[in-house]
């Protein structure tokens, strides 16, 4: 008895060895977090160019949540960006509070409160349709925006936006290197509690409705709920993001819920490879150095070379930049 009871208990340790192998840290993960702070102190004149890497980051996470492990393609993401930058942006503009972190949450919330609402609906739709009810909500959102011009500014954007120094001490100076830390600390909470949801048995069933819904809904999951779950959280961290980025530039325009920013979001992920985390890292940090780079060769062309960037990677690359790289360190390590 004691021999047939060893076996169960040996495969299920062996099970939770795995998992841990799996699910625990690796030291690879280091590497983008030390990049980012090897860039701050390379090159020191470009913090502005790397806040804006992190944002790109932290709204491709948001992306990713629900586009590389629920399955959930979306062409309006950015109403959640938009509705956070635009929440945070009026909370100092119209009510003169200027508290950047209790900001950050309440574009957050706003964005969560948006995405639970429209997700409800919209997640009862698949394939097209979806597609296009994600886009209509981005525009008539954008339309609102345009419309409310007394508490958004409309065409004008919104402005009169004034930021209190990061916890009474760090003001955003001049060259942008208190908010280049800032940013990275609000990119890395908002990451290890992302990477904590995609490995808990939550993601995992995420990744399951992703692969089979049907089968899920059938062995007794809310498929719907979840979806739903996941879809806010999602626009909880596009609001965030959002929120950064009008606490960085002090000014919100309509282009932060236009339909080029979310097809934005939807390159960094493609680029970088979707339902990896680091993909965001690799494909923001790709996105935003050709667009600076190409801008500066060509300002009318420079979306041509973006393009052309795409088409190689999805020809080629069908994981993504980390995709491949991951290929090649397999192909490596077989040799």
């Not at 090159?43 to 160019?49: K, R, S, T, W």
């Not at 709204?59 to 109403?79: C, N, R």
């Not at 690359?317 to 980390?322: D, K, T």
Request: one cysteine or more; proline letters at 3%; charged letters at 10%.
């Amino acid at each position: 008895m004691s021999g047939a009871g060893a076996g169960p208990a040996a495969d299920t340790a062996a099970v939770r060895a795995a998992l841990r192998r799996r699910d625990g840290w690796h030291w690879t993960e280091a590497l983008p977090w030390l990049a980012a702070i090897a860039f701050f102190f390379v090159m020191p004149d470009y913090a502005v160019m790397g806040t804006t890497i992190l944002i790109t980051i932290l709204f491709a996470l948001s992306l990713d949540l629900i586009l590389g492990y629920a399955g959930i393609v979306t062409l309006g993401h950015a109403a959640y960006f938009g509705a956070g930058a635009y929440a945070t942006g009026m909370l100092s503009a119209h009510l003169g509070w200027g508290e950047p972190l209790t900001g950050l949450a309440f574009g957050g919330a706003v964005a969560g409160l948006l995405g639970l609402l429209t997700g409800w609906v919209l997640l009862r739709y698949h394939g097209l349709t979806l597609l296009m009810l994600t886009l209509a909500t981005a525009i008539l959102l954008q339309e609102l925006a345009h419309t409310a011009e007394p508490w958004t500014g409309g065409f004008d954007g919104l402005v009169g936006i004034s930021i209190w120094p990061v916890l009474g001490l760090f003001e955003n100076d001049l060259w942008g290197h208190n908010y280049f830390w800032y940013a990275l600390a609000v990119v890395a909470i908002c990451f290890l509690a992302v990477r904590r949801i995609v490995r808990s048995p939550f993601g995992r069933s995420l990744v399951g409705i992703r692969e089979n819904g049907v089968r899920m809904e059938a062995i007794g999951v809310p498929v719907h709920r979840r979806m739903v779950t996941a879809y806010t959280l999602s626009a909880v961290l596009a609001g965030i993001a959002g929120g950064l980025f009008a606490q960085q530039a002090a000014f919100v325009t309509l282009d932060v819920l236009s339909f080029a920013r979310s097809g934005m979001v939807l390159i960094v992920l493609i680029l970088g490879g979707t339902g990896r985390l680091y993909g965001a890292f690799v494909g923001a940090a790709v996105y935003v150095a050709l667009e600076d780079e190409l801008a500066r060769i060509s300002p009318e062309f420079w979306e041509f070379g973006i393009g052309l960037v795409l088409v190689l990677v999805v020809l080629f690359f069908r994981g993504g930049l980390l995709g491949a790289a991951d290929g090649l360190r397999a192909r490596l390590g077989r040799r």
